[in-house]
């Protein structure tokens, strides 16, 4: 799982927007189903809005990484929480299932208040 995570977190660090200096945190929420990944994702200034932002294109690895943590009843994870904190160097993945998935589906009724619920926290990056 290191080796998936190092890449998903390269793929982010190598994307076009985040050359600007401009942002400390990046969050992402990839949607994974057989067949069906969709994704939305934004980068966070230290204070001030939340700026949309492309999401890595590499689909392959949400879908290999998912496979990778299949269960032995075949059930895994439907909604993946990506966050980095850049002066850290540190990345979290949050992951759900089911009806707790749901809030972080990307659909016209979260959109509104999906930029700010993905905003990291400094708690999100602390070691449990």
Partial sequence: ??????????????????????????????????????TTAYRYPRSGPPVPTEAPEDDDLFWDLRDRMRGADGGTWDVVLVKIDRDTATLVMT????????????????????????????EDFEAD
């Fill in 1 to 38: 799982m290191a080796e998936i995570s190092q890449a998903i977190a390269g793929g982010i660090l190598r994307l076009p927007a985040l050359r600007d200096r401009e942002w400390d945190t990046y969050s992402m929420v990839a949607e994974v189903s057989d067949g069906v990944s969709r």
């Fill in 95 to 122: 992951f759900a299932s089911g009806a707790a998935a749901d809030g972080w589906r990307v659909t016209p009724e979260n959109m509104a208040r999906l930029p700010e619920a993905l905003r990291p926290r400094p």
